[in-house]
C-alpha cells in the first residue's frame, strides 16, 4: 500500500546479522515475550520452495527474494511479525518499525559456527561478514538511521538483556497516525 503511514496496529521487527549470531534465539524469545510473530525467512523459503535451487559452494538454497517478499506481503502490511533473516536490502524499507543488528565477537562466533558443522569457505566467509560488518552497513543503506539498532550478542546474559530491551520497545510502540 502507498503512502507515508503505515496502518498497522502493531509493529514488525527485522532482526538480521551474520548467521550465527543468535538471530532465530533471540527472536523465538522476543516472540515469546511480546506475542509477535516468528517468521524464519530460512525455514520458509525451504518450505514454501522460494528459492531457485541449490548453491553447492555455499550449501545453501539460492533464495528467490521476489517470491519471498510476495509471500510475506499480507503478513507484513498486518503488523506484528518478527522477521529472522541474515540478509536485509531486499525487504521493502516500508515494511519495519526496527531493524536489529546483532553482533557477535569473531572467536565467540567461530566457535558457535564449527560447532554448527561449518568449514572451509563457509565458515571463513561469515567469520568476515562478522569483522567487516556487512549487515550493520547493509542495514545502515536500506534503512532509516533512526530504526536501525546494533547489539551485541555474545553470551546468554547478552540475549536476555536484548529480549528485554526490544519487548520494552514493543510495548511501547505506537501505530503512526494517519
Ligand atoms: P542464527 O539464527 O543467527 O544463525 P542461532 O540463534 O541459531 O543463530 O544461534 C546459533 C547458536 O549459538 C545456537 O546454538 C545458540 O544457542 C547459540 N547462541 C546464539 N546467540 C548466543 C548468545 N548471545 N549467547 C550464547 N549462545 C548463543
Ligand atoms: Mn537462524
Redesign the pocket.
Known amino acids: 500500500m502507498a503512502g507515508s503511514s503505515s496502518g498497522r496496529k502493531k509493529p514488525n521487527v527485522l532482526v538480521t546479522?551474520t548467521?550465527?549470531?543468535?538471530?532465530?534465539?533471540?527472536s523465538s524469545f522476543l516472540a515469546e515475550a511480546t506475542q509477535l510473530r516468528h517468521v524464519n525467512v530460512g525455514d520458509l523459503v525451504r518450505d514454501k520452495n522460494l528459492h531457485d535451487g541449490w548453491d553447492e559452494q555455499f550449501a545453501c538454497h539460492v533464495i528467490n527474494e521476489d517470491l519471498v517478499c510476495d509471500e510475506l506481503e499480507d503478513m507484513m502490511e498486518e503488523g506484528g511479525n518478527i522477521v529472522?533473516y541474515?540478509g536485509c536490502d531486499f525487504f521493502p524499507e516500508r515494511w519495519f518499525d526496527r531493524v536489529v543488528v546483532?553482533q557477535t565477537e569473531n572467536s565467540v562466533l567461530y566457535d558457535?559456527l564449527s560447532k554448527?558443522g561449518y568449514t572451509g569457505a563457509k565458515l571463513t566467509n561469515n567469520i568476515e561478514c562478522e569483522i567487516f560488518q556487512v549487515l550493520l552497513e547493509e542495514a545502515k543503506d536500506s534503512y532509516p538511521e533512526d530504526i536501525v539498532v546494533a547489539l551485541r550478542?555474545?553470551?546468554?546474559d547478552?540475549?536476555n538483556r536484548n529480549v528485554a530491551t526490544l519487548t520494552d520497545w514493543v510495548r511501547n510502540w505506537c501505530p503512526k497516525p494517519e
Open positions: 546479522g548467521p550465527g549470531t543468535g538471530k532465530t534465539t533471540t529472522d541474515h546483532l558457535r554448527r550478542s555474545d553470551t546468554i547478552d540475549i
